[in-house]
């Protein structure tokens, strides 16, 4: 049974650039979480999606960063006009249905992106 | 709005020492959950345990012991006779009611800024 895939585990972009990430939660999971861990930082929320839905977005940065979970295929984080402000690891978390307040979050390995 | 703090930036301790790792919470809701991950150095988040409001019975899982005190909002973790092996940073978090019991919640974490354990050979 595999657990939450995040790909790429390491992706570096110049300034300006868009920087895509991307997690495919574990199986029969429908809630997607994403975090970001800035250096010497806890997680902090970012969004919340369901299929095709985004249900909380109350902690993504207003500009440039877009998140979206198409019926079909991952998850996506996309970042556009990259900052070096942007660095940090990128943490997708998926749960199961019933009660995404209670369930048990599993967490991806993690994306670490640079901005040079 | 809810808020982890965990006091401690850093621990170190030498092998087979008990260590302590305080969590301190705050919030709103009459229900909500609690947990602990830890980070290794390979960068992955584990999960440790989960606690809802309701239920202040302390748990312990081998060498890992849980207390957790509503009157002082706290949510403590032991690590019983400390390894090489248990170094890394250990995060405290905080999951608030979910819509159906009245709460906003769909189940984002709040995280404290976690501790950094080293434990020594």
């Known amino acids: 049974n595999a657990g939450v895939m995040q790909n790429p585990r390491h992706l570096v972009r110049r300034r300006g650039q868009e920087a895509r990430l991307r997690c495919s939660p574990m199986?029969?999971?429908?809630?997607v979480y994403w975090y970001r861990q800035l250096p010497e930082e806890g997680l902090k929320f970012m969004v919340y999606?369901?299929?095709?839905?985004?249900?909380?977005e109350s902690g993504m940065p207003k500009e440039r960063f877009s998140a979206e979970f198409p019926k079909e295929g991952p998850s996506i984080l996309r970042i556009q006009q990259v900052v070096r402000g942007d660095s940090a690891a990128y943490f997708c978390a998926s749960s199961s249905s019933d009660n995404p307040a209670y369930n048990e979050q599993f967490f991806g390995p993690g994306t670490r992106l640079t901005v040079l | 709005a809810q808020k982890v703090t965990q006091a401690q930036t850093e621990i170190s301790v030498v092998e087979k020492e008990d260590v302590t790792l305080d969590c301190v919470y705050e919030?709103?809701?009459?229900?909500?959950?609690l947990f602990w991950y830890k980070q290794p150095p390979s960068g992955e988040l584990v999960f440790l345990i989960r606690?809802?409001?309701?239920?202040?019975q302390n748990e312990i899982s081998g060498r890992y012991s849980w207390n957790f005190q509503k009157s002082t909002s706290s949510f403590n973790f032991t690590i019983t006779a400390s390894q090489v092996v248990d170094s890394a940073v250990y995060f405290c978090?905080?999951?608030?009611?979910?819509?159906?019991?009245?709460?906003?919640?769909?189940?984002?974490?709040?995280f404290g800024q976690g501790t950094i354990l080293t434990v020594h050979p």
């Open positions: 606690r809802n409001s309701f239920d202040e």
């Open positions: 999606l369901q299929k095709e839905n985004i249900i909380d």
């Open positions: 919030t709103r809701d009459t229900t909500y959950y």
């Open positions: 978090a905080l999951s608030e009611a979910p819509f159906y019991a009245g709460g906003t919640s769909y189940g984002k974490l709040t």
């Open positions: 199986k029969g999971h429908s809630h």
